[in-house]
């Protein structure tokens, strides 16, 4: 597995298989597809230990 390949944080698919959308935290980059950028909004406590800063997000307010 080539290490600088941008995947999804959470199914680690690649940008060959799937559109990636890339994240910018704490000076690092994450990529993630539009299948799990709900996760980012909803759930970011799901990606905590993915990607740098999720543990600063909280979830959106959409109830
Ligand atoms: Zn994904």
Do not use: F, Y
């Amino acid at each position: 597995m080539t290490s600088n390949e941008p995947r999804c944080i959470q199914c680690n698919r690649t940008d060959a298989e799937v559109p990636l959308i890339v994240l910018r935290s704490q000076g690092a980059e994450a990529w993630i597809c539009p299948q799990h950028l709900p996760l980012l909004i909803h759930k970011p406590q799901t990606l905590v230990g993915k990607m740098p800063g999720a543990e600063n997000l909280s979830a959106g307010e959409h109830d």
